[in-house]
Each structure stands twice: as C-alpha cells, then as structure tokens.
C-alpha cells in the first residue's frame, strides 16, 4: 500500500513552530546564547525553515511579543467580559482577576528584560521594540477604559500616560517578585494598588 505524501507545514505553523524552539532556547540560554540551531533543533526545524521566515533573532524576539500582545490582550477581554456580566463587581476585584493567570510568567519577563537591554544599546532595534510596547500600552489603555466606562467614569489623565505608569508598576514590581518570592508575591502590588490609581485618574 503506497504511504499517502507527507503533508507540508504551512507557513504560520512553521512559525508557530519556530517561536515555540525559540521560547525554549532563549529561556534556557538566553536570548545572547541561544544559536539559530539551538532555535530550531528545539522547533524540529531546519535553518532553510528559519530563513524562509525570519531575518535574524531580532526579528523572531518581535515576533514573539506581538504573540504575547494576543494573550494580554484576549485576558483582558475576558476581563472586560466579566466587568459587563457583573456590573456589581467592584474595580478592586476586577483588578485581581487581572493578575490572576496574567500571561506574563517568569520566562517572559526574563527574556523581555534581556532584550530591551539589549535593544536600548542598538540604535537602529531600539525604536522597533518601542514601537511593539506602544501597542502594548495602547492594549492595557483600551482596557482601562473599557473597564471605567462600564462603571459610568472616563478618565481625567493621558491615557499614554497612565499605561506607562501602570507597565512601571508590573514591571518594576515583577522583578521584586523574582528576588524576594516570600515577600512579595507576583501581581500583588497591581491587584492592591491598581484600582487606586485608576480611581485617582477618573471622574
């Protein structure tokens, strides 16, 4: 009996593939570490496969934050649906549903960490990652709108700004969190604090 022909990945699975190799490689070895063999030795992908897609790590790394970018954004939206089904609920619990299961983990905030050091020293990458975590910030801005609106209050500050506030506060307290894990839990300063701030920044 004859074997029916292998099928071919298509192009957003090779891909998907590839991120995924990626996101073992750069967590195992860092993003300066990892070779373009490591990435695809752990995507089951040959070098041709990577070239057909990406130019060089840089461009994979961006790749892999406009995925992170879909799952911020998706969790948000379910935020946001849990703000319109129970119009009740208080902005302080919204915002601890926020950080529970938020999609940003320990490897992601690594990786996120080492590239933007990396990028602030290359003058021609920096501005493209600024312009990935624009969307980011434009993202959590939607969000906290959305959030206010359902509650009858609109913001009184820049939207932009207040985003990056918000990020500094993830972020910053993210870090905390991998150094001190017993006294500072993930989450717990945004979960606390959060609803304060936007509270502050509304009528």
């Not at 009996?1 to 996101?23: F, N, V, Y």
């Not at 991998?178 to 993930?186: F, N, Q």
Request: with cysteine; glycine share 4%; charged share 25%.
């Amino acid at each position: 009996m004859a074997k029916s022909p292998r099928k071919r990945p298509s192009r957003q699975e090779t891909i998907e593939k590839l991120l995924d190799g990626a996101t073992l490689a750069f967590v195992e070895r860092g993003f300066h570490g990892a070779t373009l063999d490591d990435i695809c030795a752990r995507a089951g992908l040959t070098r041709g496969a990577f070239h057909s897609s990406f130019d060089n790590k840089e461009q994979l790394f961006l790749a892999l934050y406009d995925r992170m970018l879909t799952r911020v954004r998706d969790h948000l939206v379910h935020i946001q649906a849990s703000a319109e089904a129970y119009p009740d609920k208080s902005l302080a619990t919204l915002f601890a549903e926020l950080t529970q299961n938020f999609p940003i983990d320990r490897e992601w905030y690594l990786l996120s960490s080492e590239f933007q050091l990396y990028a602030m020293r290359q003058p021609a990458l920096a501005p493209q990652l600024a312009q990935h975590r624009a969307l980011m910030r434009e993202t959590v801005a939607d969000a906290l709108e959305q959030l206010l609106s359902h509650r009858g209050l609109s913001l009184t500050v820049d939207r932009d700004l207040l985003a990056r506030l918000l990020v500094a506060i993830h972020d910053g307290s993210y870090a905390q969190s991998l150094l001190e894990p017993e006294a500072l839990a993930p989450g717990s300063l945004m979960a606390r604090f959060g609803e304060m701030i936007l509270r502050a920044a509304s009528a």
